[in-house]
């Protein structure tokens, strides 16, 4: 359905924008349920001592081609992890996009760092960087790049801000798990 330009909108009295309901949906299926079942089964509900989170783990590291993976509860947890690696000093400068989730900032605000957004790209929505080096100050400590609705940064071009300011580049993939740059998947802290 094309829109009318002559309509009111909804707000002033006009039609819904969206006039036929969502179809229905199953979240979970068949194997969801047997996963599952098979913790619930195995009387270890404590991911330290189960067997589905190391699985996880291997796996994911295989997908990325790395040795080692630690599971994180949420894309929030991951970013406040990597920072905390860091050992930045609270009041250190952080650059990160302006176009993020909530969970992309949580993780600095808990560390005490504070938050300095460049703006995006109009293509991909992604860090533009020749914004970030005009953030950069002698209390910038941290770039996080994240990849936004499954498009890549541009992670040269960060990278190499990084490595001339000698900063650490943070890749956040909560959006943009398995999308690939440059034939090389994302996901990884770089130096």
Not at 46 to 61: H, V, Y
Not at 118 to 135: H, Q
């Amino acid at each position: 359905m094309r829109p009318d330009p002559s309509e009111k909108l909804a707000l002033e009295g006009g039609p819904k924008a969206k006039r036929t309901p969502f179809p229905p949906r199953k979240r979970n299926g068949d194997p969801e349920k047997r996963l599952l079942e098979e913790v619930v089964e195995s009387d270890v509900l404590f991911s330290w001592f189960g067997t589905k989170l190391r699985e996880f783990e291997r796996r994911f590291a295989a997908f990325y081609g790395r040795k080692h993976c630690v599971a994180c509860s949420s894309g929030t947890a991951a970013v406040h992890t990597a920072l905390g690696v860091l050992e930045l000093p609270p009041g250190s400068e952080v650059i990160t996009t302006a176009i993020t989730d909530m969970g992309g900032l949580t993780g600095l605000f808990y560390q005490g760092l504070v938050p300095v957004f460049a703006d995006v790209e109009a293509e991909t929505l992604n860090l533009d960087p020749s914004l970030v080096r005009e953030r950069i100050t002698p209390r910038t400590r941290a770039i996080i790049a994240t990849h936004h609705a499954g498009l890549a940064a541009d992670m040269d071009a960060l990278l190499e801000i990084g490595r001339q300011a000698g900063i650490p580049v943070i890749e956040d993939c909560a959006q943009a798990y398995g999308c690939r740059y440059k034939e090389r998947l994302t996901g990884t802290i770089r130096p």
